[in-house]
């Protein structure tokens, strides 16, 4: 275990409180007019899977678990879960529905996102940071519709929706930030 200061806390970091262990979903830093900057920390208790927050002053220590972060392939999913392997050790590890959350619509076979491992379990996932998919319907193009700030809703392949700009039409690959969901650019495929 290693001390933090609470404001160095990101998406992903294994920290221990009360005795257990936690993965941070979420951390924010605030800094108020008056009074002490505190951090505010959405983490998901590893053991149960129950979702906590907790704020902390932005100088207070946080024991920080020692979490080995490797580079995994995605292979499938099943009733078990999801599934992923070691491209160096060919080792397989599962993942639950729970554990990946709304991440798993962008999880496409053969991507390598970044595991968190600790004893041997995976508790945390990180995606690339961009993706790319195929438009599957979008309304068509409204001529004259040509201002730049201008954007029309679309479905995706992962059946997630997207905003895109209007010259994309169905059947377009397009590149998606896997943070929010938002437009990139159109896929240089």
Same mark, same amino acid.
């Given at each position: 275990? !290693?001390?933090?200061?609470?404001?160095? *806390?990101?998406?992903?970091?294994?920290?221990?409180?009360?005795? %257990?262990?936690?993965?941070?979903?979420?951390?924010?830093?605030?800094? /108020?007019?008056?009074?002490? /900057?505190?951090?505010? !920390?959405?983490?998901?208790?590893? #053991?149960?899977?129950?979702?906590?927050?907790?704020?902390?002053?932005?100088?207070?220590?946080?024991?920080? #678990?020692? +979490?080995?972060?490797?580079?995994?392939?995605?292979?499938?999913?099943?009733?078990?879960?999801?599934?992923?392997?070691?491209?160096?050790?060919?080792?397989?590890?599962?993942?639950?529905?729970?554990?990946?959350?709304?991440? %798993?619509?962008?999880?496409?076979?053969?991507?390598?996102?970044?595991?968190? @491992?600790?004893?041997? *379990? #995976?508790?945390?996932?990180?995606?690339?940071?961009?993706?790319?998919?195929? +438009?599957?319907?979008?309304?068509?193009? +409204? %001529?004259?519709?040509?201002?730049?700030?201008?954007?029309? /809703?679309?479905?995706?392949?992962?059946?997630?929706?997207?905003?895109?700009?209007?010259? @994309?039409?169905?059947?377009?690959?397009? !590149?998606?930030?896997?943070?929010?969901?938002?437009? !990139?650019?159109? #896929?240089?495929?």
């Amino acid at each position: 275990m !290693v001390k933090v200061i609470a404001s160095s *806390l990101r998406k992903g970091n294994v920290v221990e409180a009360d005795g %257990k262990l936690y993965v941070v979903l979420t951390a924010q830093n605030f800094h /108020p007019g008056k009074g002490t /900057p505190v951090t505010q !920390v959405d983490m998901r208790r590893i #053991a149960d899977g129950v979702k906590v927050s907790e704020r902390w002053r932005t100088t207070e220590q946080v024991e920080r #678990a020692f +979490v080995e972060d490797r580079p995994h392939s995605f292979l499938y999913e099943d009733g078990e879960g999801f599934h992923f392997m070691n491209p160096e050790t060919y080792d397989q590890v599962s993942m639950t529905a729970e554990d990946i959350g709304d991440q %798993k619509a962008y999880l496409q076979e053969g991507m390598v996102v970044q595991l968190s @491992i600790y004893n041997g *379990l #995976a508790i945390a996932i990180e995606l690339p940071r961009l993706v790319t998919l195929e +438009v599957m319907e979008t309304e068509p193009v +409204v %001529k004259g519709q040509t201002a730049s700030s201008s954007y029309k /809703p679309a479905i995706l392949s992962n059946g997630l929706r997207a905003l895109v700009p209007p010259h @994309i039409n169905a059947g377009t690959r397009v !590149v998606i930030m896997t943070e929010d969901g938002s437009y !990139v650019e159109r #896929a240089k495929d």
